[in-house]
């Protein structure tokens, strides 16, 4: 049985993805990225003292805890990235991570332009957690010690 006049016509359906959205959102995270990427503080500036002192040779990963010249503290555990730290907290972490590896060795890497009593506050923290030796970083020097 015929209808009058009509034929019904069947639409093909689309099977195709519509990806210009995706695009779009995409090209916003990339410039949010790009804009906030040059604002994040990856590094700290640290101006070690130089000299003449042979570098020590260890298999081991240090324990690295660096004194900034405001006298902030910064803690580098093996190859984890450096993290800003408060001094109780270095105890607890540095105490735990000496408590698993007992030989390994522990550094202070001190600004030259910082008081020495923030380095010599920092000794004492690791002392406290427990690090039975604390080496003290410089920077290869030319031989000539500087004084102020």
Same mark, same amino acid.
């Given at each position: &049985? ?10 093909? +359906? ?17 410039? #949010? ?12 500036? #640290?101006?070690?003292?130089? *000299? ?42 540095? *105490? ?7 030989? #390994?060795?522990?550094?202070? !890497? ?8 923030? #380095?010599?506050?920092? &000794?004492? +923290?690791?002392?406290? !957690? ?7 970083? *410089? ?5 000539? !010690?500087?004084?102020?």
């Amino acid at each position: &049985m015929q209808t009058l006049g009509r034929t019904r016509k069947r639409r093909k +359906l689309k099977a195709e993805i519509n990806v210009v959205p995706y695009i779009d959102v995409t090209l916003v995270l990339l410039i #949010i990225f790009m804009v906030t990427a040059p604002l994040l503080n990856l590094g700290v500036d #640290i101006q070690l003292p130089q *000299s003449n002192a042979r570098a020590i040779q260890n298999d081991k990963e240090p324990i690295l805890v660096t004194v900034d010249q405001n006298g902030g503290l910064f803690l580098t555990l093996g190859k984890t990235p450096r993290e800003a730290i408060e001094a109780e907290a270095l105890v607890n972490k540095v *105490s735990a991570f000496v408590r698993q590896n007992p030989d #390994i060795p522990v550094l202070v !890497a001190g600004d030259e332009r910082v008081d020495y009593g923030r #380095i010599y506050a920092a &000794m004492v +923290l690791l002392q406290q !957690a427990g690090a039975a030796k604390v080496g003290l970083m *410089s920077q290869p020097g030319d031989g000539t !010690a500087r004084a102020r």
